[in-house]
């Protein structure tokens, strides 16, 4: 969407807050030996608290309220029966809507006990990610945005998962810009506008360059033994630093 006015904007932000506490929420009382739907559960409980509802799942018909993905798995994983074990790297991704605006956001940390090589793979993506947004503005072409991941990847001897993107999003989940690329393609000419809204949402990894769906339909995963961090945020591009909306 491209953004109208302020109510436009105060809509953005309302849901933008309410994910980023859900996420906040949700990794505040993950625990070893709980499963990833009881942690589910706390998400949906949080959302449905401030009147706002899950998108994966009213989009998407996607079976739980948020998507939590837990080492080999980076993204849109399906919560089940699966146990948060010691060291575990998990990925809490919240979308939702309210009042006819979405809002995205993700998260990556590790479960104690800590391993330095994780902890610095989630503390490069979520800079790599903030590097990404403090460079756009209208006027700023699009494929900036891969050329950056993939220039800040490089630097710490990692790899970007070429196949999953950014989006656009405001008054649905996904719309244009669609695709969203994490590298840098020169024939893409499409140029950023202020009132853009838009997710930035890196995904380094140690080995892996292209993430495979799982037997359950959904679940994206590594195909190897590599581990993957990902953050996201939402943001409206205008003529000077963009607005994160997925802040609380």
Not at 47 to 63: D, E, I, M
Not at 222 to 245: G, K, M, Y
Request: hydrophobic fraction near 35%.
């Amino acid at each position: 969407m491209t953004v109208g006015g302020k109510s436009d904007i105060d809509g953005l932000k309302e849901i933008g807050k309410i994910v980023a506490l859900t996420i906040s929420e949700m990794k505040r009382q993950t625990h070893i030996g709980m499963t990833t739907k009881e942690l589910d559960d706390i998400g949906g409980r949080f959302l449905k608290k401030y009147g706002a509802v899950s998108a994966p799942k009213t989009s998407y018909n996607f079976p739980g309220e948020t998507c939590i993905s837990i080492n080999q798995e980076i993204a849109h994983g399906v919560p089940g029966d699966r146990k948060v074990q010691e060291g575990d790297l998990i990925n809490i991704d919240v979308s939702a809507e309210l009042g006819g605006y979405f809002a995205d956001a993700g998260h990556s940390f590790q479960v104690p006990l800590y391993n330095t090589s994780i902890t610095r793979l989630c503390q490069h993506t979520h800079n790599t990610m903030m590097k990404v947004i403090s460079s756009l503005r209208h006027g700023v072409k699009l494929n900036q945005i891969g050329r950056i991941i993939q220039s800040e990847a490089r630097k710490s001897g990692y790899k970007v998962i070429m196949n999953l993107c950014s989006h656009g999003i405001g008054k649905s989940l996904h719309e244009a810009p669609n695709d969203i690329f994490p590298f840098y393609r020169k024939d893409d000419k499409r140029v950023l506008k202020e009132g853009m809204v838009i997710t930035i949402e890196p995904f380094l990894s140690t080995g892996a360059e292209y993430a495979v769906k799982s037997p359950d339909g959904w679940t994206l995963c590594v195909p190897d033994n590599s581990l993957c961090a990902q953050h996201e945020h939402t943001i409206i591009i205008t003529r000077d630093q963009p607005i994160i909306t997925t802040i609380a």
